[in-house]
């Protein structure tokens, strides 16, 4: 890496990548019956859907000097929603039926630098989906590597397909991982699990006296109505779609609202609608996987069509990454150099196939239009 590339990266960090007010910064989750619902609350709704192979032998992307990259291998292909460029989901779902999802945490604080590897905070979502089946091996490992912040103060949810969830968050400097039986209500927004949980206690049907809240931006207003939403997926044995996405309309923040995802766990379908396009799509994940040798592809998230949008996905350039990447930047406070925006771009085409097939096995470098790397 050029000594310009290390410096428009150092550049980059401190910018505030997710330069939202605080008042969009108002995401809801939660889990009920076989379901996961995600409602993205934030002041841009562009983005991508990617379909991610298995079989990608990658290196974290470093951003400070005190950085240890992780490396890996993905060992499941996965679907995500990604804003910031590929590599660097929201969330998204893998073919083991993990879910992991992002929502802003303005409390965290991060571990300071120490032995362990790193990536950053949206890489790790990526990290989660290519490495493990289940919400036990994210828990099991989440300790294996550190955080290292770029810009985006977040907690993460994370549910599999025998209906087991987490929510893990730095708080204090240590990640505290909230799982299981200890979880309560498989629902979280943009308070800590434990002010959540503390709030869900005083209210009528979970073991207080205070009525529920009514419509509220608030976050903790809508971890309580979450809360109940969860709990009706749950007793009504919820797989209706239908359902998870008129109980995501029950914590919508007005315009701030740009996506609502419901993923069907057990068979790995995704639905989603935006703001700019509110037709429902939906996607088999097992329709649009492919080997690692094969282009990644993509689909625009405000494709207009409803109904099953598998055909639509197209091979991902890196123009279109990077077109991808420069829009995003362009909501940051301050101008970001243009080598950054080129790194990001290219970095994926550093990955090896270490696919099956003996061709895989030797390729280098992702297919893009851009050429040699700059």
């Not at 910064?25 to 990617?50: E, M, P």
């Amino acid at each position: 890496m050029t000594s310009c590339v290390r410096a428009a990266l150092a550049c980059l960090a401190v910018l505030p990548l997710w330069g939202a007010g605080l008042e969009a910064r108002a995401c809801t989750a939660f889990a009920g019956g076989g379901l996961v619902a995600k409602g993205y609350d934030w002041d841009i709704g562009y983005g991508l859907v990617l379909v991610n192979p298995k079989g990608l032998k990658k290196r974290a992307l470093a951003f400070h000097p005190t950085d240890r990259p992780f490396e890996w291998v993905a060992e499941h292909a996965s679907l995500t929603f990604n804003q910031y460029g590929r590599e660097l989901p929201n969330g998204g779902i893998n073919d083991a039926g993990l879910v992991v999802e992002v929502l802003w945490l303005g409390e965290s604080a991060y571990p300071p630098p120490d032995s362990r590897p790193t990536v950053n905070e949206l890489q790790w979502v990526q990290l989660m989906l290519d490495r493990y089946a289940t919400t036990g091996e994210v828990v099991g490992h989440a300790g294996d590597v550190r955080i290292s912040l770029v810009a985006g103060k977040v907690h993460y949810f994370v549910c599999d397909a025998a209906r087991e969830c987490a929510v893990l968050e730095h708080v204090g400097q240590k990640l505290v991982v909230t799982a299981a039986a200890a979880l309560g209500a498989r629902a979280i927004t943009n308070n800590t699990w434990t002010d959540s949980a503390a709030r869900l206690r005083q209210i009528r049907g979970f073991g207080g006296t205070v009525p529920p809240p009514g419509r509220s931006a608030k976050s903790l207003d809508r971890y309580v109505q979450a809360a109940f939403a969860a709990r009706h997926l749950d007793i009504t044995a919820g797989t209706d779609v239908a359902a998870a996405f008129r109980l995501l309309g029950r914590v919508a923040v007005g315009k701030r609202t740009q996506w609502n995802i419901v993923y069907d766990l057990e068979v790995r379908r995704v639905h989603f609608k935006t703001q700019a396009a509110p037709a429902v799509k939906q996607v088999d994940l097992a329709a649009v996987v492919s080997d690692c040798a094969a282009p990644v592809r993509a689909l625009d998230i405000d494709h207009a069509v409803a109904g099953d949008v598998a055909a639509a996905f197209a091979p991902l350039t890196r123009a279109q990454n990077l077109a991808l990447i420069q829009r995003s930047m362009s909501e940051t406070r301050r101008p970001v150099p243009r080598e950054a925006g080129t790194m990001l771009a290219a970095y994926p085409e550093s990955f090896s196939c270490v696919g099956s097939t003996p061709a895989a096995a030797g390729r280098t470098r992702a297919q893009a239009d851009g050429g040699e790397l700059d």
